[in-house]
């Protein structure tokens, strides 16, 4: 200030009250502390006072790019509207919709659900034990089947269904745990695997067992056969003597496959001749390592023709392989 006002007095001119401001913002710009670089503890020097970060324009992203990230819980919060089948399934089931699975190589699905329950006609629920994780179509064709196929055939038997034994669902792996096999409908949760249903009475009603009425069990073959484009059960290939795995493979033609024998309980098979009962008990002549859907099967190693089980008009689907999918 001193200086400027030496200056002003001897120029008393608009140039040198213009040279006065200029040396005025320099002289206060020389009074701002400027930083001074000193020693870390390490050695590493470092400034005294944080420095402003000053972002080019040109690295700064627009605000639709902010836009474009949505919060974290975000996604939970608001998914997507659901799907025409859920919209369905919301009327007879309980369930959790998935966004998208997505899972090692092909296996995934897109509008799948986590089905908890099933809900009768009469509003009572069959709980899905453990939840499975299912396309909605192989769902609501699941939730279908109970309501109006094995809860009317159960409850024949004097009690109502309650639990749906979930022994598999999605899972990505190849057909029958094979690695490098094709890849099951499991990894597409286009499939389950059931193994029993529970009843209200207490009761469990395995669909392999021999001992649980066999009438039953023709009944629900009869109905899943008809229902599903697959069925795998005892005699299929080995691998579902304990449990029936369904699924909705899309195949040429809409061919169905339908591959469970229903025994005869042990006092039965007493009765049969003993080819019968050696046939009975032997693995399907179309065994194969096969879990999900069919190989090519050639018809040929087919060596004999074994006894039907007495099935009723609906379950004669059993169809040959002929889909390599
Ligand atoms: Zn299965």
């Given amino acids: 200030m001193k200086i400027c006002g030496v200056r002003a007095a001897l120029a008393l001119s608009a140039l040198g009250l213009l040279l006065c401001i200029t040396d005025m913002a320099a002289a206060q710009l020389s009074l701002v502390p400027q930083p001074k670089r000193v020693k870390a503890e390490h050695g590493v020097p470092h400034a005294s006072a944080p420095q402003p970060v000053v972002i080019p324009e040109g690295f700064a992203p ?4 902010y836009a474009a990230f949505p919060e974290d819980n975000a996604a939970a919060a608001a998914p997507s509207a659901p799907s025409a089948c859920q919209v369905r399934l919301q009327k007879i089931a309980v369930f959790q919709p998935i966004p998208t699975l997505v ?13 908890d329950a099933i809900i009768l006609p009469d509003q009572n629920k069959v709980t899905v034990t453990p939840a499975g994780v299912l396309r909605c179509p192989m769902a609501e064709e699941l939730a279908h089947w109970v309501r109006e196929d094995v809860a009317p055939l159960t409850q024949k038997l004097g009690s109502a269904v309650r639990v749906l034994d979930n022994f598999d669902s999605y899972e990505c792996r190849g057909r029958n745990r094979v690695r490098g096999a094709a890849l099951s409908e499991h990894g597409r949760a286009n499939a389950i695997d059931v193994r029993l249903f529970k009843l209200a009475d ?5 669909l392999t067992d021999v001992n649980v009425d ?8 009869a109905s899943v056969c008809a229902r599903f484009a697959t069925v795998l059960g ?8 304990e449990h029936i795995h369904l699924d909705l493979a899309e195949r040429r033609n809409n061919y169905k496959l339908c591959e469970w024998d229903v025994r005869e309980p042990p006092v039965a098979q007493a009765e049969t001749t003993p080819q019968a009962a050696e046939q009975n008990a032997a693995p399907s002549a179309t065994a194969e390592a096969d879990d999900s859907d069919e190989a090519a099967q050639p018809l040929d190693v087919v060596p004999l023709p074994r006894p039907r089980p007495k099935l009723a008009e609906g379950a004669g689907l059993r169809l040959k392989k002929s889909d390599p999918n």
Wanted: aromatic share 2%; with cysteine.
């Fill in 202 to 206: 207490g009761r469990a009603l395995t």
């Fill in 103 to 115: 899972g090692a190589g092909e296996c995934g699905a897109a509008d799948a659900v986590h089905l």
């Fill in 234 to 241: 005892p005699g299929s290939d080995g691998n579902h003597e």
């Fill in 62 to 65: 627009p605000q639709e790019v």
């Fill in 214 to 221: 066999k009438t039953w069990r023709e009944a629900i073959k």
